[in-house]
């Protein structure tokens, strides 16, 4: 299924997509809808951004290397890419005690979750209002979805697991950009 930004997609524009295709610094930097034009111009790209592996993954995302408190989320959606800019609490997560990744819900996951905050998009953002979840720190979720669990009773077919926890983040990284959107 082609879309109009050329990336694989469904037909329901509140949906992302089931993996991503290689988009450019480019494409990166005009799909943000809550930061500024110098912000997005500013924003300093993965490190590996070269050499990622594009179908394991469901959206982009990475912290600043020289900003460690920003971070960044970019997704494919049928209407084309949506990128989000975010920052994290400067204390970083409370160790001692585990939390769930809103969006891949990974119980897998060794990494901290970090409340990461979004600037709502339009003038809404532009008054201060926010809105916030918790997201690995190093936004590894494609990676966690994609751990095969055990075999048995309860999950006699991993790979059906890994396809609903690739379904479930996809589904709560969309509702997620509505919140930043305010749909």
């Known amino acids: 299924m082609a879309t109009s930004c050329g990336l694989p997609g469904f037909t329901d524009d509140s949906k992302a997509v089931p993996s991503m295709q290689a988009i450019t610094a480019q494409q990166i930097r005009s799909s943000f809808i809550n930061a500024t034009r110098s912000e997005a111009a500013k924003l300093n ?66 990494e901290d979750v970090l409340l990461w905050v979004a600037r709502r998009a339009g003038q809404s953002g532009r008054d201060g209002n926010t809105v916030g979840t918790l997201i690995c720190a190093d936004f590894l979720c494609s990676g966690n979805v994609r751990v095969e669990p055990p075999v048995n009773a309860i999950n006699p077919d991993p790979a059906a697991v890994v396809e609903r926890q690739i379904d479930g983040l996809l589904a709560r990284t969309g509702q997620f950009l509505e919140r930043v959107q305010g749909k």
Not at 47 to 71: C, E, I, T, V
Not at 83 to 89: E, H, Q, S, V
């Open 45 to 110: 790209l993965p490190g590996n951004f070269d050499s990622l592996d594009w179908d394991r993954l469901d959206f982009l995302g990475w912290r600043d290397a020289k900003m460690p408190l920003r971070g960044y989320l970019v997704v494919p959606r049928s209407t084309g890419l949506t990128g989000i800019m975010l920052r994290a609490p400067e204390g970083g997560a409370k160790k001692g005690r585990s939390v769930l990744c809103e969006l891949c819900r990974a119980v897998f996951s060794k």
